[in-house]
């Protein structure tokens, strides 16, 4: 049976590994045994499952995508690597022509945009790869596109708790408050509350510890202008397997539409989630 074959960019970081170890679960992929890594990454191979992947730092990136090609053919890469890499790292895949999709939050989005619509090669860029989240963000985006000024005169309260080495403001925040934004709520990003604190998430939020070092705890709040009206919308993640297998739909995808020939085109998983 053909595989997909996959390269997960950002071993050895938390998320990159999940999903390394659900493509090795997965009969109907192959993960390639090397990762695009950062500058500050000095070990040269990781071990993961009885593999060994190889750690490629940007100096050898070209050469070595070079050689893969030449050796295994077509693939699809995954980047959950950094948010101060996003950008570079997406016009580094369109000069090569890899079709990506792109978990990493962060950077300058519109420019991410742009490097796809302006290459031969089609993308799937979300801030949030869990179906269950993007299928709640479905239906605020049915609200704000259907009902705009739905909550005019509301304040909103949005707070986030993720793990201490994430370095951004949840992505998934940033895109609910747009939504909210155009219910006629008048919120700015700056605004979002976010911790990083494990004592503060062990004690305050009552985040299990096992957790700690990878959640995804949101929650937000509209009040009425006369407080009266208090409608809140909670989301709590715990691990990583959600986004995982949310990325694995999105490479499936994304194989057959690099297979149909699409170029310079952008996903989001809600596409995925149509399957169109």
């Known amino acids: 049976m053909k595989t997909i074959k996959v390269m997960i960019n950002g071993i050895p970081g938390n998320v990159a590994l999940n999903v390394a170890k659900h493509v090795l679960c997965d009969g109907g992929m192959t993960l390639l045994p090397w990762s695009l890594t950062g500058p500050e990454i000095t070990q040269n191979d990781f071990p993961l499952e009885g593999k060994t992947i190889a750690l490629v730092t940007p100096e050898k990136r070209e050469r070595t995508i070079q050689e893969i090609v030449k050796r295994e053919g077509p693939f699809i890469t995954v980047d959950y690597t950094h948010p ?20 990493t939050t ?26 269950e989240i993007v ?17 005019k005169d509301y304040s909103l309260e949005i ?15 940033k895109a ?21 604190d494990p ?8 985040i299990p510890e096992e957790h700690l070092k990878g959640h995804a705890w949101h929650t937000y709040t509209l009040l009425s202008q006369d407080g009266t009206v208090k409608i809140a919308f909670t989301h709590n993640i715990n691990g990583r397997d959600i986004y995982s297998k949310g990325t694995l739909d999105a490479v499936r995808f994304l194989s057959e539409k690099a297979a149909q020939g699409e170029t ?5 998983m809600i596409d995925v989630l149509k399957g169109s």
Do not use: C
């Open 159 to 173: 707070v986030e708790s993720h793990q201490a080495g994430k370095a951004d403001t949840s992505g998934t925040a």
């Open 176 to 196: 609910f408050a747009a939504l909210f934004n155009k219910m006629g709520v008048d919120f700015r990003e700056e605004d979002i509350k976010k911790e990083r």
């Open 199 to 206: 004592e503060i998430q062990k004690r305050e939020w009552r």
């Open 106 to 131: 962060g950077g300058d989005r519109n420019h991410l945009n742009d490097t796809v619509l302006k290459s031969s090669i089609p993308a799937v860029i979300a801030p949030n790869m869990a179906k």
């Open 264 to 268: 310079g085109r952008i996903f989001t």
């Open 84 to 103: 101060s890499a996003v950008n570079d790292n997406a016009l580094f895949y369109a000069r090569m022509k890899l079709p990506f999709v792109m978990g």
């Open 135 to 151: 299928g709640l963000q479905t239906m605020l985006t049915y609200a704000a596109d259907n009902f705009p000024g739905l909550f």
